[in-house]
């Protein structure tokens, strides 16, 4: 490794080492095998670390915290979305390195890779453990934290994505009474509130709101959002609570189009951070009205069983309108045919269109129940998890308008305006209808003090049916797949876990992009495999380190060169590996620093494609390495006073294919201060961010959408201040 690698690397494995140093031979017995209770005055994670999460109180891993659970899970707790003051998804995750933007622009709904395998937004987000339909905008005013599952989800969700799942979290009830306002270096509003009582021993509520006027960094694309919660818990006996959440947010942002390859093969040499890709002033905002409820039943038989019902709803409706800046075929420096249309043009000519696609409504529904339980067989301790679900989702579209209105360039100091198509979005139609049906049982079979057996499956029955834009059925999958999964652990003494685990996925085919030879056809539901081994050693209460190795195998989907008219035919053929090695530590190092470092060595390869040149090299936007540190030093000689600061590395990141064309390697860097005090009695948080400090230029995201490849800068410097104020 070279210099500029190793030292987060070096850094966690010397953590490792001084524990085990420090570390009593005779160390604390282990715990006591209890199943977990459900406590709605519970909190499950305080500062940089966290104890437990959703994923595996009710979960495929047997009701085990996330100390004992065979699997690399990572939780962004409360006290970090606090300190960092993240807006977006692409900024929430960039704490951890195995977390990468695939197309997320500004503006709009985003997505992320975990792994390398990008997430289906219509299953690879959870509210309260719940799928969620994910395209609408992040609002974390609401939230407790953000987990994330990295990794093979198919017996925790079913049909997934092989990278893993993120869920969000929401706060719970508690006595709390808190005004947040902010700003920002472009002049930014924002204002939030957070309420909360417990009106009785049993029945508690909590409330959030914000409202953001957002004077973006990207010229004209100025935005707003206002966002409202409630949560309430209702203990209605010692056995039995009620847990209510639902929010709703509505959001306006004009969308940035993102940059593509010159000619197909050159990045771009002076590309803008702050211009709007084909920006006409016609161009309305993207709108977004989502809202996301839960409602979960618990009832607690006895000390070794409970049940939990639980139902979810998530409801999206996106207004798409932007000034779409995409390919040249209408560029007079792409007539001769030798630049494919879907990319620039050499000399940095766009195509721009008018896309307009209002009604955009997607709605996911789920109902799931689970038994949890522990029991004897002898000598043998068991904890058991029974369960079933159905999940349903539909996407109704209204016919888009996406038409030529005419051709700018990159370099063009001001885009020449156009007109805007004359045209009209169509009725609205019923496109998709999902159904997923489960049944899943694991078992986690304690063999001794050290040593368990994990071993379960998921049995998923996958119906979807696909309708054009007139209402003609289109498409019909109908797949029942059993999903199994296995884990060994050692627990040698009560800080150390190791494990080794086994599982399988399924996930949904790709629709093959509009300029290959089968255009618009879905393929087939694609089988995944993982293998994965970890180490989990809690250093003591504060501090946790984790590493894993893993390998996932998945069949690979890609434009395959060939001698049809188009060029390219959308195939599954050979196997897309990625295997890597992760590194977390989370938590408090000493009384006054705490940190989250991460850090991600992939190796990402097609293998066995019939195509030579799409082999042995990284596959599109997964960089081979990924570092990220946070910390937090609160200054011994000035109480109430802490400095922030963090760091980010990727290494150069494959924009083709062929990985002839790669962008280059960056650092990032973060710096802030949080200074508490009390103003006549009342608490008091100040906080400064100011990303990006040296306002370094870098290439975030080579991601792909409907199989075209899109190129998105990083963000320039941007401070932020806040102040928090307890009523």
């Known amino acids: 490794m070279t210099p500029t690698r190793t030292p987060l690397a070096l850094a966690l494995f010397s953590l490792v080492t001084v524990a085990h140093a420090t570390d009593d031979a005779a160390s ?19 500062g940089y670390r966290a104890a437990d999460s959703q994923l595996d109180t009710f979960g495929s891993f047997g009701s085990a915290p ?6 690399a899970i990572t939780v962004i707790t409360r006290a970090q979305i606090d300190d960092r003051q993240p807006r977006s998804l692409s900024e929430l995750v960039r704490g951890d390195a195995a977390i990468n ?34 395209e609408q905008l992040l609002a974390l005013e609401g939230k407790d934290r953000v987990e994330v599952l990295k990794g093979l989800g198919g017996l925790e969700a079913g049909v997934v994505e092989p990278g893993g799942l993120v869920n969000y979290v929401s706060k719970r009830p508690a006595d709390v009474h808190t005004v947040t306002v902010g700003t920002d270096s472009h002049g930014s509003n924002y204002e939030a509130l957070d309420l909360g009582a417990w009106f009785s021993p049993s029945f508690g509520v909590r409330v959030n709101a914000a409202n953001e ?20 818990d209702w203990k209605i006996t010692d056995k039995a609570t009620v847990l209510l959440d639902t929010d709703y947010q509505t959001s306006g942002q004009r969308s940035a189009s993102g940059y593509q390859l010159l000619g197909g093969t050159v990045i771009p040499a002076h590309p803008s951070r702050t211009e709007l890709l084909g920006y006409q002033s016609w161009q309305r905002p993207v709108g977004i009205h989502s809202s996301n409820t839960t409602l979960r039943f618990n009832y607690r038989f006895d000390e070794n069983w409970n049940a939990q019902v639980s139902a979810g709803h998530s409801h999206t409706v996106i207004d798409d309108n932007v000034a779409f800046a995409y390919g040249c075929f209408y560029a007079a420096s792409c007539a001769s045919g030798a630049t494919p249309g879907y990319f620039f043009a050499p000399n940095g000519d766009y195509d721009v ?14 109902l799931r129940g689970v038994l949890t339980g522990t029991f004897a067989t002898g000598a043998l301790d068991h904890e058991v998890n029974l369960g079933a679900s159905a999940f349903r989702r539909t996407v109704d579209q209204r016919p888009y308008v996406y038409d030529y209105v005419g051709t700018a360039n990159i370099d063009d100091p001001v885009v020449p305006a156009f007109d805007p198509s004359p045209n009209q979005p169509g009725p609205s139609a019923r496109r998709l209808t999902s159904w997923q049906r489960t049944l899943f049982a694991i078992d986690r079979v304690h063999l001794n003090e050290a040593w368990q057996v994990l071993a379960g499956a998921r049995f998923v029955r996958l119906n979807e049916r696909a309708y054009d834009d007139a209402g003609a059925l289109e ?4 797949m029942t797949k059993t999903l199994p999964q296995a884990a060994v652990l050692w627990q040698p003494n009560a800080p150390l876990t190791t494990y080794i685990s086994y599982g399988e996925g399924l996930s949904l085919g790709r629709e093959a992009p509009y300029w290959t030879s089968n255009g618009g056809t879905t393929l087939a539901p694609l089988h995944s495999r993982q293998v994965e081994a970890g180490v989990k050693y809690a250093v003591n209460d504060a501090l946790d380190l984790q590493a894993a190795i893993y390998r996932i195998r998945q069949s690979y989907q890609f434009a395959r060169p060939d001698d049809t008219a188009e060029g390219f035919t959308f195939v599954q053929q050979g196997q ?35 195509t030579p040149a799409y082999e042995d090299h990284q596959v599109v936007n997964v960089p081979r390495w990924r570092t990220a540190v946070y910390a937090d030093y609160s200054l011994p000689f000035a109480p109430g006073l802490a400095v922030l600061g963090g760091w980010r590395y990727a290494g150069t990141n494959v924009a083709k294919p062929d990985g002839a064309t790669r962008v280059p390697a960056y650092h990032v860097f973060d710096a802030g201060l949080r200074f508490t005090t009390s103003i006549r009695g009342h608490a008091t948080t100040l906080r400064l961010n100011v990303d990006n400090v040296f306002n370094h230029f870098y290439w975030r995201d080579t991601g792909t959408s409907g199989g075209d490849s899109y190129l998105f ?8 201040l806040s102040m928090t104020y307890e009523l």
């Open 28 to 46: 604390q017995p282990q715990q006591a095998r209890t199943l977990p209770s459900v406590d709605v005055h519970a909190t499950t994670a305080s």
């Open 66 to 71: 996330l100390h004992d659970t065979p699997a």
């Open 101 to 134: 933007d695939n197309y997320a622009p500004a503006g709009y709904y985003q997505d992320v890779s975990i792994r390398g395998f990008p997430l289906d937004l219509a299953t690879g987000f959870r509210f309260n453990g719940m799928i969620m339909s994910a």
């Open 213 to 232: 006027k957002t004077h973006s960094y990207i010229e004209h694309a100025d935005g707003r959002r206002s966002f409202v919660s409630i949560a309430a």
């Open 353 to 366: 269109y008018d896309y307009r696609s209002p009604d955009d409504t997607r709605q996911n529904d789920e």
């Open 475 to 478: 498409r019909t999958t109908r």
């Open 576 to 610: 897309e590996v990625h295997t890597g090695l992760e590194l977390n530590a989370a938590g408090r190092i000493t009384d006054n620093l705490r940190l989250t470092a991460s850090a991600n060595i992939i190796r990402a390869r097609a293998e066995n494609t019939g």
């Open 713 to 720: 800068p990083g963000m320039p410097r941007l401070a932020r």
